[in-house]
């Protein structure tokens, strides 16, 4: 019976298990291929849209409205005012001096462009700032019965529906009447609260007495009062040595307890794309990454229809669908940011005398960067598809999915003790430890404890006895304890992983093998490996002949020796290859019949074995 037409009880031939192998053999390597070139042109796209001079442009902006001192404080700045007193100082004084630049270092006048401002000599100040605020009305929350003689106004926190819209102070000024706020603008996420856009409206003007004056005005009759509860300070700057705009946002928030808090962004984006040489090629990977979302929705889709429901049992098809939908995701916002900016730019630009939102431009590409972000992590994420099949990441593989119960069992006990001393904290601590301020500011303060960046001496001073307590039982319990049950838990089952890789339970094949087959076949074919290999195996040869006649075997010993080594060579060969390996291995009779004849000759080898073995026990008695 032929080897060809020889069937096991699978139904498969050998040469049709061969050819299996052989055809998804090269299709993971083809898709490897194919992927890699997708991966290095994201990273080109990717990367083509980070500017380093973002981060200087952004430095030397903060440097400038952040941490610039106030006239005769120079302790204090904009990021540590607390008072209404401190902040009309920096409007009148670092805001002002840091948004008019007429003159160089040597008091000579400034060649402006068409009137505006030269921010560090370098940066246009387009069109004029704006100042915003938000107020909440009067009566917005109750006063206790027994206090109302003493405090007879009230003014809530902060919301759209406390949101005061009537006229107040000078009436007849655009700045003491409320605008209504853009549909399509976003919202600001402060520290106390949830801003939208709108509300009373400083333009300032683009020269710098007039501002000086307006703001000397609007501190004099007290546009900020006691319902005043955000003040927003927008401006935007270009620079053209590097093609970006820098959008500033400075925030100073008055909460209900009284007081100030200040934050700021700084946003440098290009929103002019396609000027250098550079960014044409920019462009033109964009259009393959287009065509490679396009080719890889296709195999996707050929997948599911060709495995139906059985497609969302593996955890990589479900990285691949996660991956398009980002990726699906990232054109869309970048579609949209273009074309809004097509459509906006021009008539932000057009008038010189008046604001012009760029933040709202910002805002999108900020959310396309975080978008492309993700998404280029887990395009890396996915080349772990490809190295597992590498013996030592399938070790990694396989010993994270067979203990994925053990540690959802285990996570769940760990986040139960975790929470339980989150909101210890928070009660305890959080109304005099900024870190446990809030239930979210203590959980991600307990996680920065375990990685040992912690605060104790603020916990020992807000609770001398709860403190050091909570500190050394959450310290045992969670890092001595838990930790420690977690890595046991990985450490035991990758054992269990390694034993069973040692008794053979490997991957079907392993690409760095396969690579290294692959190249020793195209040397081969260009004859550069054989002869070497040759001289290899006959100088091998004759130092193993010349050592075992060293040792004192005869001639009969050595052919039987060689003899059995050239038959196990060939049945290692044909049964044990990384090439073919299944449950069952169809066997003909011309195999069967070598296989009786290669386990008669161990026999007799370790008959020989045994004989030699009592001859030597005989005299050693």
């Known amino acids: 019976m032929s080897e060809a037409t020889w069937w096991h009880r699978g139904g498969t031939s050998k040469h049709d298990l061969h050819y299996r192998r052989e055809a998804e053999v090269n299709t993971t390597l083809e898709e490897l291929l194919l992927y890699f070139i997708f991966l290095i042109n994201l990273c080109i796209l990717t990367f083509g849209t980070v500017n380093p001079?973002?981060?200087?442009?952004?430095?030397?902006?903060?440097?400038?409205?952040?941490?610039?001192?106030?006239?005769?404080?120079?302790?204090?700045?904009?990021?540590?005012?607390?008072?209404?007193?401190?902040?009309?100082?920096?409007?009148?004084?670092?805001?002002?001096?840091g948004l008019y630049w007429d003159s160089w270092y040597g008091n000579t006048q400034l060649d402006s462009v068409k009137n505006s401002s030269l921010i560090y000599y370098e940066n246009i100040l387009l069109g004029v700032p704006r100042v915003r605020q938000l107020r909440v009305r009067n009566s917005t929350c109750q006063v206790y019965p027994a206090f109302q003689s003493l405090a007879s106004d009230c003014y809530n926190k902060y919301t759209a529906e406390n949101e005061d819209f009537s006229d107040f102070g000078l009436k007849h000024d655009p700045e003491w009447r409320h605008s209504a706020p853009s549909s399509t603008a976003p919202w600001h996420w402060g520290f106390v609260g949830v801003y939208r856009d709108g509300g009373y409206m400083v333009t300032l003007s683009k020269s710098k007495s007039e501002t000086k004056a307006k703001l000397a005005d609007l501190r004099q009759n007290n546009w900020?009062?006691?319902?005043?509860?955000?003040?927003?300070?927008?401006?935007?700057?270009?620079?053209?040595?590097?093609?970006?705009?820098?959008?500033?946002?400075?925030?100073?928030?008055?909460?209900?307890?009284?007081?100030?808090?200040t934050s700021w962004q700084f946003y440098s984006v290009k929103l002019i794309r396609y000027v250098s040489y550079y960014d044409h090629f920019i462009a033109s990977c964009e259009i393959i990454f287009c065509i490679f979302l396009?080719?890889?929705?296709?195999?996707?889709?050929?997948?599911?229809?060709?495995?139906?429901?059985?497609?969302?049992?593996?955890?990589?098809?479900?990285?691949?669908?996660?991956?398009?939908?980002?990726?699906?995701?990232?054109?869309?916002?970048?579609?949209?940011?273009?074309?809004?900016?097509?459509?906006?730019?021009?008539?932000?630009?057009?008038?010189?005398?008046?604001?012009?939102?760029?933040?709202?431009?910002?805002?999108?590409?900020?959310?396309?960067?975080?978008?492309?972000?993700?998404?280029?992590?887990?395009?890396w994420i996915k080349i772990f598809k490809f190295i597992s099949f590498n013996e030592t990441m399938s070790q990694l593989s396989s010993t994270l999915s067979?203990?994925?119960?053990?540690?959802?069992?285990?996570?769940?006990?760990?986040?139960?003790?975790?929470?339980?001393?989150a909101q210890l904290a928070f009660l305890v601590f959080g109304s005099q430890v900024d870190d446990f301020s809030t239930f979210q500011n203590s959980i991600f303060a307990q996680f920065r404890i375990v990685l040992g960046d912690f605060n104790f001496a603020g916990i020992q001073q807000a609770n001398w006895i709860l403190g050091p307590i909570y500190f050394i039982t959450f310290i045992f319990f969670v890092f001595f304890v838990l930790l420690n049950m977690f890595l046991a838990i990985i450490n035991d089952t990758y054992s269990e992983v390694k034993a069973d890789y040692s008794i053979g339970r490997r991957p079907d094949f392993e690409l760095g093998s396969i690579i290294k087959k692959s190249c020793f076949n195209i040397l081969e074919k260009l004859r550069l490996r054989k002869a070497q290999n040759n001289e290899d195996k006959k100088m091998k040869t004759s130092v193993d002949l010349a050592q075992a006649r060293k040792e004192g075997f005869d001639e009969s010993e050595i052919q039987e020796a060689r003899q059995m080594k050239r038959w196990k060579e060939r049945l290692e060969k044909k049964y044990y290859s990384t090439e073919i390996q299944d449950d069952y291995q169809p066997v003909t009779q011309q195999e069967f019949r070598e296989l009786f004849l290669y386990a008669v000759e161990l026999e007799k080898e370790l008959h020989y074995l045994s004989l030699k073995l009592n001859q030597v026990m005989r005299k050693l008695h």
């Open 53 to 97: 001079h973002m981060y200087y442009l952004n430095k030397v902006m903060s440097s400038l409205f952040v941490d610039t001192s106030l006239p005769d404080d120079e302790r204090s700045s904009f990021r540590s005012i607390r008072s209404i007193t401190e902040f009309w100082k920096f409007m009148e004084g670092p805001l002002v001096e």
């Open 224 to 261: 900020i009062g006691r319902g005043t509860r955000a003040v927003f300070i927008d401006f935007s700057l270009y620079n053209a040595n590097v093609n970006l705009f820098c959008i500033i946002r400075l925030l100073a928030e008055f909460p209900a307890t009284g007081g100030i808090l």
């Open 294 to 379: 396009l080719v890889f929705i296709t195999q996707e889709l050929r997948k599911l229809n060709e495995f139906k429901s059985a497609y969302f049992r593996s955890v990589w098809n479900w990285i691949e669908l996660l991956l398009l939908v980002l990726c699906f995701l990232a054109v869309s916002f970048y579609a949209y940011c273009n074309v809004q900016c097509f459509l906006l730019l021009g008539q932000l630009l057009r008038s010189t005398e008046s604001y012009p939102d760029f933040y709202f431009l910002a805002y999108w590409h900020i959310y396309y960067n975080n978008i492309i972000a993700i998404t280029i992590f887990f395009a």
């Open 402 to 421: 067979r203990c994925m119960k053990d540690i959802v069992g285990f996570a769940i006990m760990f986040f139960i003790i975790f929470f339980a001393y």
